[in-house]
Each structure stands twice: as C-alpha cells, then as structure tokens.
C-alpha cells in the first residue's frame, strides 16, 4: 500500500509558466513562434487542471470522483465560449452550438469508441452496470435533441433559434434533467454508477491525498482554468485565421475547441478502459457530454439574454441524422451490459464520417 499521495512537479509548473506567458504577451508582440509556445502551454495547463481534479476526485470517491471531473471540464468549455462570444460578438452566434455539438459526436464515436477499441482489444469482452449508462443515455438523448433539435422546428422566430421564453425554459429543463441525473447518480442510485473489482490484487492501492494535498490541487485547479479560458481567447483569432486559411468550414473550429478541452478527460477514460474498468471509462464520458450540454446551454442562454445576442442553437440536416444515428448505434452498443472490438470499431468509423463531413460538408 502507498502512504505517500504528492503532486508531481509538471502539475505545479505548467500553471505557472502560462500564466508567464500570457503576461509576456500583453506587453510585447511575438511572432508565429510564440503562438506555437502558447499552445504548447494551453495544452499542459489543461492536463494540470484535469491531473488537480483527479486529485479531489480519488478524495471524494466514485461516482463523485468522476462528476468532479466532469463538471471542471464543463467549466472550461463554458468560460471559454462565453469570452470568445463577448469579444466576437454577432459573429460566434453559432459557437455554442458547434462546440456542444462536438464535444458530444467526439465523446459517444470517439473516446468510447477508442476506449472500447483498446479494452475489447485486450481483454476480449467488457463488462458494465447498464442501469447507470441507461440512465445516462436517456437524459442526454432527451436534452440534445431538446437543445439541439427542436429549435429547427419551432415557428415563433425564424431560423434555427428559440426566442427568448423558449430559451429560457430550455436552459431550465437542462438544468432539471441535469440535476436530476446528478442525483441519481451520487444520492438515490449510487450503486449503478459503482465499478465492479475485477482484479483488485493486480492493482497497488493508494490512500487518498490529504487534506493538504487536496486543498492545494483545489488552488491550483482554479488557477489552471482561469489560465485556459486566456490562453484560448488569446489564440482564438489564430485558430480561426488557420480554419480560413484552410478553406473549412467556420464550425471546424468548435471542433477544435471540443477536442483541446476535452483532451485529457479522453485519457483519464482511455487509462481506465486498459485497467477493464469500462464503468469508470463510461462515467467519465457520458458525465462529461451531458454537463457539456446541461450546463453550458443554460449559462450561453444567461448571456444571451443579458447582452442580446441571438444565438444559433439548431443544428442542420447532416448534423442531426448523424447526432441520432450516434444515440442509436451507442444505445444498441450497451444494450446487452458488455462490449467487443466490433461496437469500439463501429463507432470509431462514425467518428471518422463525422470529422471528414465536417471539413467536407
């Protein structure tokens, strides 16, 4: 048994030298260098931030450990948008809508379909609680169609928009079914989301940090999220730039937003997938897409109304065939409460058509 739990230096560091960077770059002006510097820098300070709420979350336990960590990438994804929608102003109108949108195609095709690649791969078959993940599936197959969906369809204001009672009870039934899963989920049916020991004398157990280490990766969390949400607002215009350059479509780069943010979350899943713990992987990925939605709808819909800015919610045609297409074939993945190679494959390929359909409308 460890008795040791202590914060790897690169964790304290990374926080540290981006926010030097960012200073540095408010008083002097750099070239095409010093961007790649501050990625280089979002990316770690990222991964600090994710490290720090694993951190709380090996303190608290399972199934809050993994909500912990949910909701500080959904916390990311949220700063984020909001800063780059009140410095754009009417032209990120449909920026919400193109990193939830993402961030939820790259969770259910690909970091579970990566994570039942590599666990089918290695261990055959996989085995899960169904009644968590049903849980799961049903709440976030309601709220993205609701958010996602209907705003195609609703005839009080042209295009794919809700007028403002429409937005407001959207943000609210968001927060409802957000709020009731979280419930579920930590409170009434706990044991559904609890991961079986498979093998628990092939793994060293480690106690939780102390309350020193917690408190201290609790300050440091903070500050990582802060350094993102600047560091990503300060590259924004280069990625944009890159996209045009490119000749892509603009909601390319809500891909790119989605894929930085939830980076680490798909390696904190992908390591629990090569320990056969399938139930921590799911948690983790479908806890992170139905805060994605359920959280940042709401705070989008605040800013919305508060400074006026219209924003696009309704996705189109493409989008929603391959958003239901994607809630089917995951439903079907884990109706049987095991999983092979094939379903990790399957998804993996509507990943791919995802990504090629968005560069290639």
């Known amino acids: 048994m460890k008795s040791k739990f202590s914060l790897p230096l690169w964790s304290m560091v990374s926080p540290v030298i981006a926010w030097v960077l960012y200073y540095l770059n408010t008083f002097f002006e750099f070239g095409g260098a010093y961007e790649m510097l501050l990625a280089v820098a979002l990316i770690s300070v990222v991964l600090a931030a994710v490290h720090h709420a694993e951190v709380i979350a090996h303190r608290v336990g399972e199934p809050a450990g993994t909500l912990v960590l949910a909701v500080a990438i959904t916390i990311i994804e949220v700063a984020l948008i909001v800063s780059l929608m009140l410095a754009g102003g009417a032209e990120t109108a449909a ?25 089918g791969f290695k261990y055959q078959e996989q085995h899960f609680g169904r009644f968590g993940v049903s849980a799961a599936l049903v709440t976030l197959s309601a709220i993205s169609v609701l958010t996602l969906v209907l705003p195609n369809y609703t005839t009080s204001m042209p295009g794919p928009v809700y007028n403002t009672s429409q937005l407001i009870f959207v943000a609210v039934i968001s927060l409802v079914l957000y709020g009731t899963f979280v ?79 939830l980076l680490p979350e798909g390696m904190a899943a992908l390591r629990a997938a090569k320990k056969n713990k399938l139930q921590i992987s799911l948690n983790l990925a479908l806890g ?74």
Do not use: W
């Not at 930590?186 to 157990?205: M, Q």
């Open 183 to 261: 419930m579920v989920q930590t409170v009434r049916h706990r044991a559904y989301f609890l991961p079986e020991d498979i093998d628990t004398k092939s793994e060293i157990h480690v106690d939780p940090p102390t309350n020193k280490v917690t408190t201290l990766s609790t300050v440091l969390l903070l500050v990582c999220l802060v350094a993102v949400v600047l560091l990503a607002k300060m590259l924004a215009p280069t990625i944009e730039k890159g996209v045009v350059d490119l000749g892509a479509p603009e909601s390319l780069v809500g891909v790119i937003v989605a894929a930085v943010i």
């Open 288 to 361: 992170s897409a139905l805060a994605s939605i359920g959280l940042t709808i709401p705070v989008v819909a605040v800013v919305s109304i508060v400074t006026g800015l219209n924003i696009t919610l309704g996705i189109d045609t493409k989008s929603t065939l391959l958003l239901i297409l994607s809630l089917f074939t995951v439903v079907l993945t884990f109706g049987t409460g095991r999983t092979t190679i094939m379903q990790g494959v399957v998804l993996l390929v509507l990943f791919a058509v995802y990504l090629f359909t968005t560069i290639v409308p």
């Open 95 to 119: 920026l919400a809508r193109d990193t939830v949108f993402a961030a939820i195609m790259i969770i259910l095709t690909g970091i579970i379909g990566l994570c039942l690649l590599v666990g």
